[in-house]
């Protein structure tokens, strides 16, 4: 979401807000809101059918959005996928998309191993996500890079 917000075009911001709320959405699909001791309210809006019905009116906003421009925001997607940016997360979703493949039980257990294994291709998607979302902060922000200390001056 921060990522959104500077000296940014409102292409860009719709565009970062999009994969905000991807990232939302796949947070809310691996909390169980229901189990938590939280107000009946946000169990509520967390759960069940409201919760399909909101994400599916943001998306629905969105692609709207998106869709009043199609050219520019292909365009916009292609060379965002160039960028470092997208390189990381085009294998984080590839990553999501399989461990969803492996929870639905799309992909056969042979092994009986599949919870485990779908744990872990899913950290190292949310890893990758993270490293996305770093990236493209320090790139927008020109954020330098901290420099290696220097052994033979210390500071």
């Given at each position: 979401v921060a990522a959104s917000f500077g000296n940014r075009t409102r292409l860009e911001r719709v565009f970062y807000l999009s994969l905000a709320l991807l990232m939302i959405n796949f947070l809310i699909r691996e909390l169980?809101?229901?189990?938590?001791?939280?107000?009946?309210?946000?169990?509520?809006?967390?759960s069940g059918r409201t919760k399909r019905i909101w994400q599916a009116a943001l998306w629905v906003i969105i692609l709207i959005w998106f869709?009043?421009?199609?050219?520019?925001?292909?365009?916009?997607t292609?060379?965002?996928?160039?960028?470092c940016c997208g390189i990381y997360f085009v294998p984080a979703?590839?990553?999501?998309?399989?461990?969803?493949?492996?929870?639905?039980?799309?992909?056969?257990?042979?092994?009986?191993?599949?919870?485990?294994?779908?744990?872990?291709?899913?950290?190292?998607?949310?890893?990758l996500i993270m490293v996305t979302g770093i990236v493209c902060l320090r790139r927008r922000h020109a954020i330098p890079?901290?420099?290696p200390e220097d052994p033979r001056n210390p500071a």
């Open positions: 169980d809101i229901e189990d938590l001791a939280v107000p009946e309210w946000v169990a509520m809006v967390g869709g009043m421009r199609p050219r520019l925001t292909i365009r916009y292609l060379h965002w996928m160039k960028q979703a590839v990553l999501m998309v399989l461990s969803w493949l492996i929870d639905a039980d799309v992909i056969p257990d042979r092994t009986g191993t599949d919870p485990l294994i779908e744990e872990l291709v899913e950290i190292d998607a949310h890893l890079a901290p420099e």
